[in-house]
């Protein structure tokens, strides 16, 4: 029997154009460690605070897990600040997420200056809060949309949209023109 799969945020615009819409379109963690994987590929923490923390993890799983329960949530709350702008409970959520993570952030010096965040189980659940914060104040909500292309469903913005429209968009106007020319013969 042949299924049809919903799509899922796979295609060329799973980054988003943004790290928060990343982190929107990455779906469910499996547990901290696979949180933690995800993290240092998009160079949210270095590779010495990764190592560091999957050990950390491993010593204290309750407080590890409350961290993959904290990451739902603020998934939850980056996409409902996204789609819905008028309901304030995300915006509220990401606001608390970020004072916790200015409260452990110490400002270093260059050029530019940058925080650090610490190296707590906490440290890259902060880094994407503070990514959502710099999404909702520096990007253009109205350019940020569920993709529409066949086969793909990620949040993203315009920019990242479009190359799903140009990598898979083609594939499924062909896909749709071949099935458009095989019941057009069958009724003929
Ligand atoms: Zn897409």
Known sequence: MHTIESP???????????????????????????????????????????????????????????????????????????TDPSDTAGYQRITRMAHQAYADAVLLPGTPARWELGRALETPLYAVALAAVDLLTEVDLRTVRQCSVAGCSALAVEDARHRCAEELGGRAGVADRQAYATVARAIA
């Open 8 to 82: 899922g945020p796979d295609g060329p615009c799973a980054d988003g154009g943004h790290p928060a819409l990343a982190f929107c379109n990455a779906g469910t963690f499996a547990d901290y460690r696979d949180f933690l994987a995800w993290s240092a590929d998009l160079g949210l923490i270095d590779c010495a605070l990764t190592l560091e923390l999957s050990a950390e993890a491993d010593r204290h799983r309750a407080q590890a897990s409350h961290v993959v329960h904290e990451v739902r949530t603020l998934q939850a709350a980056i996409r409902l600040a996204v």
